[in-house]
């Protein structure tokens, strides 16, 4: 018997029975635990998200509708209400956020609002992609004919480029069940219609106030995804609002045009003054700075670059006036081009972003007037008569102080100087420096005496 094995519950067994139970437990509760998670309801349930796009399509604003999208799908809201005014943009963006709305997978109403807002150029792209499309009494959507923005289009790439849009225009119209042919008309004819004709013509789907009343309006309607159709209830759900970050804000911001043209012109200013004051460092931290800014906005804006390169040309002429004496010449060359580059850094014609004319005559005036007054200064230094060195010693009066005849010494202030006059001198007399010859002066009686 001694050399049979135990009874393993006898020897280890028994030690191994509380792991066994607790492993159990541990198994229990985090089963318990994610049927929780599971039954909780997600934050969005039952509610609504609005997200507001307002001003120029452009990477700013894609990226506000993408990340609203993410969120609405992630937490499980009813429904996406995207409220739109915009002038129009960048025609990537527009693509980029045409793609977010069609494949979201929550249900999307572009909403046109408040009054006096416009779904313009890119815009109606945009609205028409939504699966419900509404405008609020006294808005317009249309004209979206592309612009080359980077330079003149011949015809045969102004064609291709009007093509290319109406395709995309007719292709998101069917997909949502609109007016095709108004989309097209849209792109190569660049109608627009108020919000009653957009109704008529069954461009958007209805109009709106309101929150309250569009998501009553929208109650009932159908909506599309992946060849499944689902019917809307929307009816008094509230609503949670996106308030933009202060990361979007800033961006925003910079990206407006004006502020991009008045970071910009206040880079070069920056940079300018610490390349004519090596050390100040201030100047070209905050140019450097402003320049920068300035570069990211031009980036995700529809710049002409040669606008751009007349502006940096201007800049150029007058930096060059302050080293080459052009007499005005230089200056004038680039008030012009700085005028010229402004006007058309962006395309006045197009319905997106723009120069203000204000913002155009101050930047150009406060450029000339500083430019002006450092050669004007210049210039009046270079008249001026020598003070200094031995140039400045000329035409200045000394008092003999050892008779010259010719030559003595004479006393200019404090100092005692060698000189040589063309007539004697006797000492107490006032005579005029004429001229220096090394530590020798060359003087002239002005024929009489001082006062001892």
Not at 150 to 162: E, F, I, V, Y
């Amino acid at each position: 018997m001694n050399g049979l094995p135990g009874n393993p519950l006898r020897r280890g067994g028994a030690a191994q029975i509380p792991g066994m139970w607790a492993a159990l437990v541990l198994m229990l509760a985090l089963l318990a635990t994610a049927r929780a998670g599971a039954d909780r309801p997600t934050p969005g349930a039952g509610r609504v998200l609005v997200v507001r796009l307002e001003g120029p399509v452009s990477p700013v604003t894609a990226q506000a509708l993408s990340r609203a999208v993410e969120r609405a799908e992630s937490e499980g809201y009813t429904a996406l209400v995207v409220e739109v005014d915009t002038p129009g943009g960048l025609e990537p963006s527009m693509r980029a956020m045409v793609k977010d709305l069609l494949a979201a997978k929550v249900p999307v109403l572009c909403w046109v609002t408040p009054g006096g807002a416009r779904a313009a150029s890119a815009g109606v792209f945009v609205v028409m992609a939504a699966d419900i499309a509404a405008m609020a009494p006294g808005t317009n959507i249309g004209a979206a004919t592309p612009v080359n923005l980077q330079g003149g289009m011949d015809s045969t790439m102004a064609r291709k480029a009007t093509s290319d849009a109406a395709a995309f225009a007719r292709t998101v119209a069917a997909q949502r069940g609109r007016n095709v042919a108004w989309a097209e008309r849209a792109v190569r004819e660049a109608v627009s219609a108020s919000e009653t004709e957009a109704v008529e013509e069954r461009i958007v789907d209805f109009t709106a106030g309101t929150l309250v009343e569009l998501l009553a309006r929208a109650d009932g309607r159908t909506w599309k995804r992946g060849g499944q159709t689902r019917t809307l209830e929307l009816e008094g759900l509230p609503a949670d609002r996106i308030e933009p970050g202060f990361r979007q804000r800033l961006l925003a911001l910079i990206a407006e045009p004006n502020v991009a043209y008045i970071l910009m012109m206040l880079g070069f200013y920056g940079l300018l003054f610490e390349l004519q004051n090596p050390g100040a460092i201030l100047p070209g931290v905050v140019g450097g700075i402003c320049l920068i800014l300035a570069f990211f906005a031009l980036s995700v804006l529809p710049v002409n670059y040669a606008g751009l390169a007349l502006i940096v040309l201007a800049i150029v002429f007058f930096v060059a006036e302050i080293k080459v004496a052009s007499h005005g010449l230089l200056t004038a060359g680039g008030i012009l081009a700085l005028v010229l580059g402004s006007i058309i850094l962006f395309d006045q014609r197009a319905p997106g972003p723009r120069l203000s004319w204000g913002v155009i005559a101050a930047g150009t005036l406060v450029t000339a007037g500083f430019f002006l007054f450092v050669v004007g200064a210049g210039l009046a230094a270079q008249r001026r008569r020598v003070t200094t060195g031995p140039q400045g010693l000329v035409g200045l009066h000394a008092v003999v102080v050892e008779r010259l005849g010719p030559r003595g010494r004479v006393r200019i202030g404090d100092e005692l100087w060698n000189a040589v006059c063309d007539a004697p001198a006797e000492p107490g007399a006032e005579v005029e420096i004429t001229g220096i010859n090394g530590l020798e002066l060359r003087v002239r009686s002005r024929g009489k005496e001082a006062l001892s």
